[in-house]
């Protein structure tokens, strides 16, 4: 059974950052999956978010090469080329999950918002949900209901619908629950908004996504082996993070030893402001190891700096004995 693994999780806004989110280029998935490949040990699970299927963003300066090609395509094989390259012969299995689409009509998509999930081969994924992605959106004129996405291009709302990604790993007969997510930015509606001198993480719209989130874990995980990870739009300490730390362990606030120092270790940019939004959980059953590769935003020797308005984390953990839900 395998039981130690590293994973990374990575906003990579579309591919599109080299245009300041205009369009999704070639240059940026190439540098993105140049940088995955050259990972030492190798990354076993990789969850992204903000990754496109295929439409007029994604591709109007990257022309695909097939008809049916998606983001998800086109950085698998930029990705196994890289690793040809090295003379290294691992292999990953994408999955995505949709989440919205913009368009003007059934044949012509604007853009399109989801999540991905890269799996490194020999594990097997004993189901995922990307054929319904649960939706976690808080619409204020429409209560939320606990069902799955409306499939893309259907949805009659404005609001961008926000989801979770949910793939089950086999560990030779025990089982890895993962869970990618991206949470909306705090709604500007709020008039609170505009009271605090802090906001990401403190909408009301985000702590419904957030109990929605946290209901659709604790139904769907098998045991206490488990992990959340993705884009909280959530600062550490504010109530979003919070209602996750009540209850799962944030492997980086141990390591920097505090919430003042993880607000002070940036995962995301704009402009001149710095914030730590992205976070990776564990349930009791996960035992992390090192987190080496995770660094601030604007760290020099990253090899993801300049690819993203985000940067990565990364973990290397192993799984505890047996331990179910009572």
Same mark, same amino acid.
């Given at each position: ?80 080329? #890289?690793?040809?390259? *090295?003379?290294?012969?691992?292999? +990953? !299995? ?5 989440? @919205?689409?913009?368009? =003007? ?125 993705? #884009?909280?739009?959530? *600062?550490?300490?504010?109530?979003? +993070? !919070? ?5 799962? @362990?944030?492997?980086? =606030? ?73």
């Amino acid at each position: 059974m395998q039981t130690q693994l590293r994973i990374m999780t990575y906003n990579v806004r579309y591919f599109g950052h080299a245009t300041r989110g205009v369009a999704s280029t070639a240059a940026s998935l190439r540098g993105i999956a140049r940088a995955i490949a050259r990972q030492d040990p190798a990354l076993d699970l990789i969850l992204l978010q903000e990754v496109e299927t295929a439409s007029l963003r994604s591709t109007v300066l990257h022309a695909r090469q097939r008809p049916e090609d998606t983001q998800i395509d086109r950085l698998l094989a930029a990705l196994h080329q #890289d690793l040809r390259g *090295l003379g290294r012969h691992d292999r +990953y !299995e994408g999955y995505y999950f949709p989440a @919205h689409n913009y368009s =003007l009509g059934p044949a012509v998509s604007l853009y399109t918002t989801g999540l991905a999930i890269l799996v490194r081969h020999p594990l097997r994924v004993l189901h995922h949900n990307g054929a319904e992605p649960h939706d976690i959106t808080h619409r204020a004129l429409r209560p939320n209901r606990a069902h799955a996405a409306p499939p893309a291009g259907k949805k009659p709302w404005l609001k961008q619908t926000r989801i979770c990604a949910h793939l089950a790993i086999d560990l030779g007969g025990e089982v890895l629950d993962i869970f990618n997510t991206h949470l909306s930015l705090p709604s500007f509606l709020d008039p609170d908004f505009w009271r605090r001198p802090e906001r990401m993480g403190h909408g009301l719209n985000q702590l419904e996504e957030a109990k929605n989130l946290r209901e659709f874990i604790d139904a769907k995980r098998s045991s206490e082996r488990f992990l959340v990870a993705g #884009d909280f739009n959530a *600062l550490p300490g504010s109530p979003v +993070y !919070e209602a996750f730390r009540g209850a799962l @362990h944030d492997p980086l =606030l141990a390591q920097v030893g505090g919430v003042p120092a993880l607000k002070a270790f940036a995962t995301a940019g704009f402009l001149q402001l710095r914030m730590h939004l992205d976070h990776l959980f564990s349930g009791p059953g996960v035992r992390w190891l090192d987190l080496r590769g995770s660094v601030p935003f604007d760290d020099p020797a990253s090899p993801f700096r300049g690819l993203s308005d985000h940067s990565p984390l990364l973990g290397h953990f192993s799984i505890e004995p047996r331990c179910t839900i009572p």
